[in-house]
T-cell receptor, first 111, second 116 residues
Framework: LAKTTQPISMDSYEGQEVNITCSHN???????ITWYQQFPSQGPRFIIQ???TKVTNEVASLFIPADRKSSTLSLPRVSLSDTAVYYC????????????FGQGTELSVKP | DAEITQSPRHKITETGRQVTLACHQT?????MFWYRQDLGHGLRLIHY???????NKGEVSDGYSVSRSNTEDLPLTLESAASSQTSVYFC???????????????FGPGTRLTVL
């Protein structure tokens, strides 16, 4: 299973765009990239998933370059309520739905 | 609305006691998972199940067991609680086919377990 590396923490201010980059140099052909968000005292929550290029939903965008060795989660115009830990996960159809979590990025949004 | 619940939300027990944490989901999902979360380790997979009567060991299964007698429930048992098992425990479920990557895993609110 591919290992992921992401910054331990990031600071931002309300209204700014936040980009969190995840490195996954050993990503396999069948691997997808998934991001989860976790608020204090809650379980993680699925944000977005992609395979290549760009994916956008109502919450975030996910940018994946052609070599797929990294990915960037983009949160537009963050608010205080976006303060959370963000996890980047890489996994394939062959691992039976298991998720391998790294340490995540703790995002702190300030007023 | 469908949901996934865990009980109790908080539990304090003593070393050596048997403890069972409950997880119940109404999504009718085949797949259920147990994780533990500790500072500095993120979430680690303990056990998982792809359906009734199916259970599998995860990354940190020693000292834990699960059983799956129906679709809705996957209780986690600590056979003889140890202080090293003090942690926050999360249950999750997904509806993805067994051989597929998890579409989305829906997590419960967690159980904070303290072993004294």
């Amino acid at each position: 299973l591919a290992k992921t590396t992401q910054p331990i923490s990031m600071d931002s201010y309300e209204g700014q765009e936040v980009n969190i980059t995840c490195s996954h140099n050993n990503i396999a052909t069948n691997d997808y990239i998934t991001w989860y968000q976790q608020f204090p005292s809650q379980g993680p929550r699925f944000i977005i998933q992609g395979y290549k290029t760009k994916v956008t939903n109502e919450v975030a965008s996910l940018f994946i370059p052609a070599d797929r060795k990294s990915s960037t989660l983009s949160l537009p115009r963050v608010s205080l309520s976006d303060t959370a830990v963000y996890y980047c996960l890489v996994g394939s159809y062959n691992q039976g739905g298991k998720l391998i979590f790294g340490q995540g990025t703790e995002l702190s949004v300030k007023p | 609305d469908a949901e996934i619940t865990q009980s109790p939300r908080h539990k304090i027990t003593e070393t050596g006691r048997q403890v069972t944490l409950a997880c119940h989901q109404t999504w009718n999902h085949n797949n259920m998972f147990w994780y533990r979360q500790d500072l500095g380790h993120g979430l680690r997979l303990i056990h998982y199940s792809y359906g009734v009567q199916d259970t599998n060991k995860g990354e940190v299964s020693d000292g834990y067991s699960v059983s799956r007698s129906n679709t809705e429930d996957l209780p986690l048992t600590l056979e003889s609680a140890a202080s090293s098992q003090t942690s926050v425990y999360f249950c999750a479920s997904s509806g993805a086919a067994r051989e597929k990557v998890a579409d989305t895993q829906y997590f419960g609110p967690g159980t904070r377990l303290t072993v004294l």
